[in-house]
Each structure stands twice: as C-alpha cells, then as structure tokens.
C-alpha cells in the first residue's frame, strides 16, 4: 500500500474510534437523563461543558501538532481518550460524571487538528477532496456505531457499558495505526515557527461562521434528536437513539461520496444546497411529527455530513502548510464552541418552552443563516463557481 493510503487509512481508524468514544453519550442521552434525574437544561450544560473543554483542548494541541510527528504525537490523545473513557464509569452522581466526561475531552481534543491536518499536509487538489471525504465517512462511522451501541447496551446493559467499550477499543487502534505508518519516513522536526494567528484568522475568516452553524446543528440533533424521539414521540431508549444513528448513517455515505459530488455539482453548490437542506430538515422536525420527522432527517438532514469534508478542503486550501496543525486547531476551535453555544441555547429553549421539539427551530434558525451567508461571500472565496472545485492554495 503506498505511503500517503497508510497515512489515510491510519488517520481513519483513529477518527472512527475517537468519534465513536465521544458520541456514546449522545447514544444513550435518555438513558443518562432518567439515570441521573436531570433535565433538559443539564443535558444542554452537560454537552456543552464537554465541548468547550474540547475547544480549549483542539487549539493547543493543533499549534503542538505543527512541530511534531502526527505519527506519533496523534496515539498519545487516543490513549488518553481510551483511558478516560473508561474512567467515566466510576461516577455516581451527574456532577462527578459532569467532571469526568470532561476530562475525557481532553483526548478527544486531539484528533481533528493532528489528524486532518496531517491528511492536509499529504493530499492536494482532487486527491485531497477524495482524502477528506474518505477519512470524515470513517469518523461518521465511528458516530454511527457510537450511537447505536450507546442505545442499545446503554439501556439493555447499563449505561457504563459503551464507554468501556469504546475506551477499550480506542486502545486497540493504536497498535494497528502504529503499524500502518511504520517505515513512513517521518516528517523532520523543525524549530518552532512563530504562528501569527491573525493572519491565520484572516486566512479562515470566510469559514468561520460555516463551520460553527455546522458543529451547532450536529450537537444539537445528536443531543436532543434521541430526546425528540423519546419524550416527544414516547420510543423506547434503544430505538430513539438508533433512529439519529440512521441518520448519521445516511450522513456518512454522502460524505463517502463527497469526491464525486464536488467533481460534478462543484464544492460550492454541494456546500450551499447542504445548508438549504438543512433548513429545512429544522423546520419539519419542529412541527411535522415522527414520521416526516424521520423522513427529512435521513434524507435532506443527511446534508450536514458534506458539509465537512466540503469545508475542510477549503480551509486547507486557504491556509499555509506549515500552520495546517494550527489553522485546523483555530477551526475546529469555532466548530465546537458553535456545538457549546448551540447546545446551550437548545437546553434553555426546550426547558423554557418544555417542548423537546423546541431545538430544532434554532437548527433551522442557525442552517437558514449560513445558507444566506454562504450565498453572500460565493463571490470572495470562489470568484464564479467555474472555480469552486480549484482555489489556489496560499502556501
């Protein structure tokens, strides 16, 4: 296998098991909502304080990842993930859980900057859309079975089931990334450049606003689209929580197929009908009822997962090789305090209005202000769409 498919596949199995460790809680949310006695507020808080330790998290790491081996500095988060992971399952009450989940984060912190940063850095022009679409379906995956088996053991087993799982098997990844990159020629260590984060911010400042509506839609039907479907529809643990894997799993074969999409339709159409897509998909689900619910998130809602590798390929188009590690650390900085900023809200909107359908309105609010967005600096960042699929890289 040649040396850049050992790279991809590494960085792949990794960005499986990472998500897959990270979105078990999401999983079997209603599991933990009725196990810990909280409401819709403390799902909000708790999501969000995990996010936000993750932010903090993915913007150091991602300026360390600048000036060390991904090959080995990216196992070490894994590791870290994998253990506390299963750490998580000592806490007896919402507050010690509270605390542990987010110190799990930490780890977690880890993979998107070093690890799409390193595909970044290996991949270019159409490779690299077909790169960025292959490594995110592997990380949508890991949602996938992430949130299957949380619903599933969660409540057939008990909630400390999946993390132990999951923290196992991100210990098992490691050997097997390990060896796929052995014999790589490492990339030399050079001395630490000074990162000038305001050229960086400039370099990123079209996407910004992108990638925080996407990391807040995602969050906010991960977390409340089990509780939709449980509270507000009255399906069983396990079946609301399979119900959004489905959707991730109609997400992930659209992002597998990114490549192709982009090759035809262009990055930037495949951006834009994304985001209209998923605004739509917000809107029936308030107000539709199960079954066009479920209908409009398999299908339009499954939009959000090309909206990612999408993204990505222009941000590593907009910023210099050398700082990819911190250009994708500042990035997935705004994804996730998006997903806290979202979470948030929809924990306060849905307590206030005691309504578990309440969290998608802001989900079409948010999808609806990024399609006007896009729409209004297509011109800056593509100049005519006969060059979305083609902007010059910087460095």
């Known amino acids: 296998m040649a040396a850049d ?4 596949l590494a960085n792949s199995v990794y960005h499986l098991t990472n998500d897959a460790a990270v979105t078990v809680m999401a999983g079997q949310i209603t599991v933990l909502k009725s196990h810990f006695s909280i409401g819709y507020f403390d799902v909000g808080l708790l999501t969000g304080v995990a996010l936000l330790v993750t932010v903090v998290a993915q913007i150091v790491f991602g300026r360390m990842a600048d000036r060390r081996d991904p090959s080995r500095f990216l196992p070490i988060g894994i590791a870290f993930l994998g253990i506390a992971s299963m750490a998580v399952t000592t806490a007896w009450s919402f507050l010690p859980f509270l605390a542990l989940v987010a110190v799990s984060r930490i780890g977690a912190g880890f993979y998107h900057p070093v690890g799409i940063g390193w595909v970044g850095r290996a991949f270019a022009g159409s490779d690299l859309d077909r790169a960025m679409g292959f490594q995110s379906a592997f990380g949508d995956v890991g949602v996938i079975l992430g949130m299957g088996s949380g619903a599933v053991l969660g409540s057939a087993v008990g909630w400390q089931a999946p993390f132990i799982l999951w923290g196992a098997l991100n210990l098992a990844a490691i050997p097997l990334g390990i060896g796929l990159v052995r014999g790589r020629r490492s990339p030399p260590v050079e001395p630490p450049e000074p990162v000038d984060y305001r050229q960086v911010l400039r370099d990123l400042r079209y996407w910004m606003l992108p990638i925080a509506l996407g990391g807040a839609a995602f969050n906010i039907i991960s ?13 069983p643990d396990a079946v ?17 197929y990114f490549g192709r999409l982009s090759a035809r339709f ?4 495949s951006l834009l009908a ?37 993204t990505f390929s222009f941000i590593s188009e907009a910023s210099h090789t050398k700082v990819q590690g911190a250009a994708f650390g500042v990035i997935f900085g705004f994804q996730l305090l ?6 948030l809200a929809a924990g306060t909107l849905a307590g206030l209005l005691n ?5 998608f309105l802001l989900v079409a609010l948010f999808c609806g202000a990024g399609f006007v967005y896009l729409l209004a600096i297509r011109s800056r960042v593509t100049g005519g769409e006969s060059r979305d699929a083609s902007v010059s890289p910087h460095a």
């Open 5 to 8: 498919r050992r790279v991809l």
């Open 223 to 235: 977390t409340f689209g089990p509780i939709l479907m449980h509270d507000g529809y009255a399906l």
């Open 240 to 256: 609301a929580g399979v119900a959004i894997a489905l959707w991730i799993l109609a997400g992930s074969i659209a992002a597998f």
């Open 266 to 269: 262009g990055r930037y159409r």
């Open 274 to 310: 994304a985001y209209l897509s998923l605004t739509i998909t917000g809107l029936v689900a308030s107000s539709l009822g199960l079954l066009p619910s479920l209908a409009a998130l398999w299908t339009l809602g499954s939009a959000l997962f090309i909206t990612y590798p999408a």
């Open 338 to 343: 998006g997903g806290t900023l979202g979470v």
């Open 355 to 359: 309504s578990p359908s309440a969290p």
